[in-house]
């Protein structure tokens, strides 16, 4: 439970969303997670993140969460990654999506791991526009 555990258990969740492995993904997330997306206008549970995870996945090509000046720290049993994101896609039906934006995640050390258990994601002003149909 410190700051190298932490990167290693964020490097682990960004790596199954990048290969695709929703499964893998959503097994970091914590049965409790709060989740505002910055693809949904409201507050999304586990089980609806999930959802819209499938969702994307099942029409992407391919998929990438690219973090930027990611900061890490883990104050007791909490751990907190932020930083500015990527989201880059390529939907199945031609065109691109790509998104500019910032988060923050929060962790919780639970049985000797760490586990999601909020994430906000918002975009940033400039995002591209009309990429893609989907």
Not at 4 to 17: P, W, Y
Not at 90 to 98: L, S
Request: some cysteine; charged content about 20%; aromatic content about 12%.
């Amino acid at each position: 439970m410190d700051e190298q555990s932490l990167r290693t258990a964020f490097d682990k969740l960004t790596g199954c969303f990048e290969r695709g492995d929703v499964a893998g993904f959503m097994a970091g997330l914590d049965p409790g997670l709060t989740m505002f997306d910055e693809d949904i206008p409201f507050r999304l549970d586990k089980a609806g993140f999930q959802q819209h995870v499938g969702l994307l996945a099942g029409n992407m090509e391919s998929m990438a969460f690219i973090p930027r000046d990611t900061r890490f720290a883990v104050h007791g049993q909490t751990g907190v990654v932020d930083g500015y994101f990527d989201f880059r896609g390529k939907p199945k039906d031609g065109g691109y999506r790509i998104r500019y934006g910032r988060f923050t995640m929060t962790l919780a050390w639970k049985n000797a791991a760490w586990t999601v258990v909020a994430w906000h994601l918002s975009t940033l002003a400039g995002a591209v526009n009309g990429g893609s149909p989907s």
